[in-house]
């Protein structure tokens, strides 16, 4: 479950719990059916589901980490993908500190489509938002239809768009 204003466990808590050194707000934006959510999940709450509900509008996560002795809260918004949401969501690209660019590595419409996201990013974030891309699905490797070198080679692109530096490159997961 997200949290959210009405939710009392995370409500009171994460209201008064101003215990942090940094605070970053984090949107996760792609195609629906990428698996924004499944990827949240997972990482927010190290759990996962084969059940796939449609994300409506928009909603959050909270997440703390330690780095360097120093407390970091993750405010990760995870967007809905479709259409026809996509004037609610772009309203919360304007505080966001960075967004996490996610595709389907067996979807190539939702490769084709990350362009089109990071010129939203472009026109509705500030020019300092950092910008990560994500193939996600990569336990489906059987049903791939974009390769590694693909999403690598569009990366690089797109941070040589005036961004600064290209994304750092991460590890590849098996």
Not at 124 to 141: H, P, T
Not at 145 to 164: D, I, P, T, W, Y
Request: charged share 25%; with cysteine; proline share 3%.
């Amino acid at each position: 479950m997200m949290a959210s204003a009405t939710d009392s466990r995370y409500g009171q808590k994460e209201s008064s719990d101003q215990n942090f050194d940094y605070m970053f707000k984090i949107l996760i934006i792609g195609n629906s059916s990428v698996g924004k959510t499944s990827f949240l999940f997972r990482y927010a709450d190290d759990s996962f589901t084969p059940a796939f509900v449609s994300t409506v509008g928009i909603d959050f996560k909270v997440k703390t980490i330690y780095r360097n002795d120093k407390r970091i809260k993750l405010q990760i918004w995870d967007t809905a993908g479709q259409e026809r949401y996509r004037t609610i969501t772009t309203a919360y690209y304007r505080g966001a500190m960075g967004f996490i660019l996610m595709y389907d590595i067996t979807n190539e419409e939702s490769f084709n489509a990350v362009q089109d996201w990071s010129t939203q990013i472009k026109t509705y974030s500030w020019d300092n938002a950092q910008v990560l891309l994500v193939g996600n699905k990569c336990d489906m490797e059987d049903e791939r239809v974009v390769s590694s070198e693909k999403g690598r080679q569009l990366a690089e692109h797109l941070g040589e768009l005036g961004r600064g530096s290209p994304p750092p490159r991460l590890p590849a997961h098996s």
